[in-house]
């Protein structure tokens, strides 16, 4: 099939608008990265199955991707599909049981901590300041202060890779810090069980929350936290350690503020932010013999991711 027969059938599935050469630097937080084949903006949650088996039958590779913010893509782009979940997976709804919320794969981090503080429930107090949707959070399990998205999840509905439907209950998926295997399904909807508690007590964690956000550089291009803490250290302290605080390659920098914390200065590339990757990778296994990995999803894949 040519590739003009591929778009129209795509284009074809009812709940998708499709972006042919669209680019991915616009869809990602840190701003680098160049163009999908295709970018498909899903709307309808019946759009999916066909979509996954013409993608399938095709042989087109493809990925989901949520709030890009944690997730580069090469400057080369990506010769394929890039999924996002578009406003059909925005709802959040309260369930029939009352500590029980049910939110969309595109609902923002944000909005259901907010959601949940209207009603007066606690656990996604952590969220505060953290960009990003339930989606993406789930599938790398996003977390802060001990706290995590996935232990909060009783079920999360998903689609597997041919497009088959599962309800997976918790016991049913597994997670750890920054992993989930829900990344490797398309992750649609998920049951949040929370914490009845007052008002006052939520908004003061929330405010915690935020207050540590002010130690980090938010509001530049960044995916947040690069590389995972290893075990028993933390990888700010160790790349700030290496006195790499400002190190610079092309447009991309280490934070002066967070060392974990990688800033395009607007001009930056991807290449210059995976040199810059690999040097920090080097300095602190020379200077620990620890071996960083990264938080941040790389594509095509990378050593250091
Ligand atoms: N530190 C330094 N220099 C730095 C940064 C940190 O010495 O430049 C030291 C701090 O003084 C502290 C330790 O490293 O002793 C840990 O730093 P911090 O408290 O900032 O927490 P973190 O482990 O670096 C984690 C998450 C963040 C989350 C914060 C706050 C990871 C990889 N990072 O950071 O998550 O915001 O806790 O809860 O787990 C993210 O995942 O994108 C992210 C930003």
């Known amino acids: 099939m040519t590739l003009q027969a591929q778009s129209s059938s795509i284009e ?3 709940g998708i608008s499709l972006r042919p050469n669209e680019p991915l630097a616009s869809h990602t937080s840190m701003g680098v990265g160049g163009p999908a084949r295709w970018f498909i903006e899903v709307d309808e949650r019946s759009a999916l199955a066909p979509l996954l088996d013409l ?17 580069i893509f090469s400057d080369e782009g990506f010769d394929g599909a890039v999924i996002h979940p578009g406003k059909g997976f925005r709802q959040i709804e309260a369930t029939e049981h009352e500590h029980v919320i049910r939110a969309g794969a595109a609902a923002t981090l944000s909005a259901l901590m907010n959601f949940a503080k209207r009603r007066n429930l606690s656990g996604l107090e952590f969220c505060a300041g953290i960009p990003g949707t339930l989606g993406g959070a789930l599938a790398g399990n996003a977390g802060a202060g001990g706290w995590d998205i996935c232990t909060l999840a009783d079920s999360v509905e998903v689609l597997d890779r041919e497009g088959h439907p599962h309800t997976r209950k918790r016991g049913e998926f597994s ?3 920054r992993i989930s295997d829900l990344r490797n399904d398309v992750i649609l909807a998920a049951d ?3 914490c009845p508690d007052t008002r006052e007590a939520i908004v003061a964690r929330i405010q915690k929350c935020l207050e540590k956000r002010g130690e980090q550089p938010i509001g530049e291009r960044s995916s947040g936290c690069m590389f995972k803490n290893p075990p028993g250290e933390f ?9 790499l605080k400002g190190h610079a390659v092309g447009g991309a920098s280490i934070s002066t503020e ?13 290449t210059e932010i995976l040199q810059l990757m690999d040097e920090v990778r080097s300095r ?8 960083l990995e990264s938080e941040v999803r790389i594509f095509p894949a990378h050593p250091s991711a």
Do not use: Q
Request: net charge positive; proline share 4%.
């Open 235 to 243: 990888a700010g302290r160790l790349i700030d350690r290496a006195g």
């Open 258 to 270: 967070h060392a974990n914390f990688m800033i395009n200065d607007g001009k930056a590339t991807a």
């Open 175 to 177: 997670f750890a810090y």
């Open 284 to 291: 602190v296994r020379s200077a620990t013999g620890i071996e």
């Open 192 to 194: 949040l069980h929370l």
């Open 12 to 14: 074809a599935i009812p």
């Open 55 to 71: 993608l399938r039958a095709s042989r087109i590779p493809w990925v989901m991707l949520g709030g890009g913010a944690n997730s």
